[in-house]
C-alpha cells in the first residue's frame, strides 16, 4: 500500500512502480486554494495549522498522490529569526531588514520549532491522522535560506550573498550555523509530529561554483540534517547535474534531481545505492498529453525499479492545467515493473 511505497523507495528498496509527489502540489493552480487566498494572505494561512493541514490536504483529495509535503513555506523561518519578509502580488518574496554583516548576524533571535513554528508541526499532527498518504516535512537549507536574507529577496545573480560569502567568510559561516542549527531543529520537530521524511530544498545552491558548494552549502546542509533520527531525508538542488559527485556530503539518504539532468546518468555518477527522486520538467504538464505520458514513462525506465520516488524536477507553476497532473499521477500509477 502507498505508505510502504514511499518508505520502500526512499530505503532504496525495489517497488513494483514508483511512488508520486510533486513539489507544490498544493497551491495556486488549485481553485480551492485560490478561492482560501481571497480571504487570507499567504504569511496568514502559513501561521494556521487547521488551514496548512486542510492546504495540504486539497491536492490529496483532487488527485491519487502517494505522498504529500505539509503546506508552509522555506522563508517563515527567517521571518520568526527577526527579518521582516513579505509577499509581494507578482513579485516573490521580500526581506525588508536584510542580513549584510556580522553583527546583524549575531542580533537574529534564535528559533525553537516548537515555540515558534507550531503552525506546520500541528498541521503534521492533524494530517496524521486524516491524511491518507504520508506526508513530508520540509525545511531551506542554509544556504538557500542565506541566499534570501542577505540578498532581501530573490535575485538572478545573487551578487551580495556571493559578496558577503568571500569578504567576511567568518560572517557568512556564522550566518549558515544559526540557519543550520535552526534548520535541523525545525525539519526533526517535524519528523516527531509525525512526519514520514524530510526534504532539505537548496534551490540556490545551483549558483555555486563546486569549491563553494563543498566548502559552504553542503557541510551547513549536513549540520542541518545530523539532527535529523528516524527518518529518510531528502537534499534537493535546483542546476546540481554537475554536482553528482559531490552531493553524498550533504548527508541525506536521497536526492532529489532537477529536470535538466538526465537520470540514469545522475544513478551511474550517485551509485546504485542512492535513492532518487524526480524529475520531470514542470513545464511538460503543459505538453500535449501523450508527449506528457512518454515522457513521464521514460524518466520511470531510466531510473530503474530500486529506490525511486517519481517527481517533477521543480515545483508546479501557478498556470499549471490541472488536468495534466492526473495524467502524470495515472501513468506512474498503471506502471509495473513485475507483471
Ligand atoms: O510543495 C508544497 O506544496 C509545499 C509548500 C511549499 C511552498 N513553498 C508553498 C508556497 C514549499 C515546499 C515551498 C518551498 C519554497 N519556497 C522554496 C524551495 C523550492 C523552490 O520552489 O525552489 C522556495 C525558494 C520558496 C520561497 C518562495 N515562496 C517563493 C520564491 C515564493 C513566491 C513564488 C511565486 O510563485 O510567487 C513563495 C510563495 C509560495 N510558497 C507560494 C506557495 C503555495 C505561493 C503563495 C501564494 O499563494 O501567493
Known sequence: MSPTLLAAALAGET???????????????????????????????????????????????????????????????????????????GHGPAIANPVRSMADIQALREVDAVRDLPAPLKALRILKEIAPVPVLGFAGAPFTLACYAVEGGGSRDWVRTKRLMWEQPAAF????????????????????????????????????PVEDLRRFALPAAARALSRVKGAPTLYFTRDSGPFMPWLHEAGASAIGLDWRVDVAHARSVLGPDVPVQGNLDPI???????????????????????????????????????????????????????G
Open 173 to 208: 559561516q556564522a550566518l549558515l550555523d544559526r540557519l543550520a542549527d535552526a534548520v535541523g531543529d525545525l525539519l526533526q520537530a517535524q519528523v516527531e509530529a509525525g512526519a514520514a521524511g524530510v526534504q532539505l530544498f537548496d534551490t540556490w545552491a545551483g549558483a555555486l
Open 284 to 338: 511538460a504538464l503543459f505538453a500535449p498529453a501523450e508527449e506528457l505520458v512518454r515522457k513521464t514513462r521514460a524518466i520511470i525506465q531510466a531510473a530503474g525499479p530500486r529506490g525511486f520516488v517519481f517527481n517533477l524536477g521543480h515545483g508546479i507553476v501557478p498556470e499549471t492545467p490541472m488536468d495534466a497532473v492526473e495524467v502524470v499521477v495515472e501513468a506512474v500509477r498503471a506502471w509495473r515493473w513485475t
Open 15 to 89: 517497488t513494483e512502480r514508483p511512488p508520486v509527489w510533486m513539489m507544490r502540489q498544493a497551491g495556486r493552480y488549485m481553485p480551492e486554494y485560490r478561492e482560501l487566498r481571497q480571504r487570507l494572505s499567504f504569511l496568514e494561512l502559513c501561521d494556521d495549522g487547521d488551514l496548512c493541514a486542510e492546504v495540504t490536504m486539497q491536492p490529496l483529495r483532487r488527485y491519487n498522490f502517494d505522498a504529500g509535503i505539509v503546506f508552509s513555506d522555506i522563508l517563515i523561518i527567517l521571518q520568526r529569526m527577526g527579518l521582516d519578509l513579505s509577499f509581494g502580488k
